[in-house]
């Protein structure tokens, strides 16, 4: 399927693709979920919590949308909050603590701007993600199944290995906001979408994301199923791959997969 850059945004925005409950519930056993950032309270557009995948415990971290306006609503529309991030935060740090691959799933516009979630440290909070993921001495792996959206998105993001969906994007902000900055008109977003380089094809010819996943024709909200085999196998795949690395290995592989992002050759 041959599409624009701003069709692939129209479709990883669509209301009914598969989320990341979807996704949770569809290939992971027995998942405890983990609520509050022991400081403030809960975030809704982040879920986390402990599952099995094939018998292995893994942590699982991922961006919540609904598929409904209420479900939207109670998700903030998948922007989080700093308590969000701040239990992002605590769980990834379990899970090295207890020796637990993270997989995490990626799907927001970007992080709440509101005043209030400024006053709680959304910046620093989003920083300290980053940091703490680029740390982290157990493997991460990320999903990007719809919208990755600026420091939204790369908070938790910092990953050995980085899967995208067909028809997902990820950028540094929305084309609606690079439209606004670069041509001061929102409504050039189709326009700044073919410059942007968000789509899968065009990250993983940048060398930013590892491989592209499938999608069925016309967009994963038309079959969610068809996602689920290839998905398990891979992450099975990779977990076992990264089973064999010691914990400064897995530092030094997310270290090293970061640091030739941008670089080139004379």
Same mark, same amino acid.
Do not use: W
């Given at each position: 399927?041959?599409?624009?850059?701003?069709?692939?945004?129209?479709?990883? +925005?669509?209301?009914?693709?598969?989320?990341?409950?979807?996704?949770?519930?569809?290939?992971?056993?027995?998942?405890?979920?983990?609520?509050?950032?022991?400081m403030n309270g809960d975030d809704n557009a982040i879920i986390g919590g402990i599952a099995e995948l094939d018998g292995k415990n893994?942590?699982?971290?991922?961006?919540?949308?609904?598929?409904?306006?209420?479900?939207?609503?109670?998700?903030?529309?998948?922007?989080?909050h700093p308590e969000g991030y701040r239990k992002a935060i605590r769980l990834a740090q379990q899970a090295e603590k207890f020796n637990?691959?993270?997989?995490?799933?990626?799907?927001?516009?970007?992080?709440?701007?509101?005043?209030?979630?400024?006053?709680?440290?959304?910046?620093?909070?989003?920083? +300290?993600?980053?940091?703490?993921?680029?740390?982290?001495?157990?493997?991460?792996?990320?999903?990007?199944?719809?919208?990755?959206?600026?420091?939204?998105? #790369?908070?938790?993001?910092?990953?050995?290995?980085?899967?995208?969906?067909?028809?997902?994007?990820?950028?540094?902000?929305?084309?609606?906001?690079?439209?606004?900055?670069?041509?001061?008109?929102?409504?050039?977003?189709?326009?700044?979408?073919?410059?942007?380089?968000?789509?899968?094809?065009?990250?993983?010819?940048?060398?930013?994301?590892?491989?592209? #996943?499938?999608?069925?024709?016309?967009?994963?909200?038309?079959?969610?199923?068809?996602?689920?085999?290839?998905?398990?196998?891979?992450?099975?795949?990779?977990?076992?791959?990264?089973?064999?690395?010691?914990?400064?290995?897995?530092?030094?592989? +997310?270290?090293?997969?970061?640091?030739?992002?941008?670089?080139?050759?004379?």
């Amino acid at each position: 399927m041959n599409l624009t850059a701003y069709e692939k945004v129209k479709l990883a +925005r669509h209301q009914n693709r598969p989320n990341t409950k979807f996704f949770i519930d569809s290939l992971f056993d027995d998942f405890l979920e983990l609520k509050g950032d022991r400081m403030n309270g809960d975030d809704n557009a982040i879920i986390g919590g402990i599952a099995e995948l094939d018998g292995k415990n893994v942590t699982i971290i991922g961006h919540v949308k609904g598929c409904s306006i209420d479900e939207n609503i109670k998700a903030n529309f998948g922007m989080p909050h700093p308590e969000g991030y701040r239990k992002a935060i605590r769980l990834a740090q379990q899970a090295e603590k207890f020796n637990r691959p993270i997989i995490t799933f990626v799907d927001t516009p970007g992080a709440y701007p509101g005043v209030k979630a400024e006053e709680r440290g959304q910046s620093e909070a989003i920083a +300290r993600c980053i940091m703490t993921f680029m740390g982290l001495k157990v493997p991460v792996i990320t999903v990007v199944i719809g919208e990755g959206g600026s420091g939204g998105a #790369l908070a938790i993001s910092g990953a050995n290995h980085i899967i995208m969906l067909e028809n997902s994007v990820y950028s540094v902000l929305s084309p609606e906001g690079f439209a606004s900055i670069l041509y001061k008109d929102p409504s050039r977003a189709e326009e700044a979408s073919e410059i942007m380089k968000l789509t899968a094809q065009d990250l993983f010819e940048l060398e930013i994301i590892d491989e592209i #996943l499938e999608e069925p024709h016309g967009g994963a909200h038309n079959n969610p199923a068809y996602l689920l085999p290839e998905l398990k196998n891979k992450l099975k795949q990779l977990l076992d791959g990264f089973s064999k690395f010691d914990s400064l290995e897995i530092v030094n592989h +997310r270290y090293e997969k970061f640091r030739k992002i941008g670089s080139f050759g004379t």
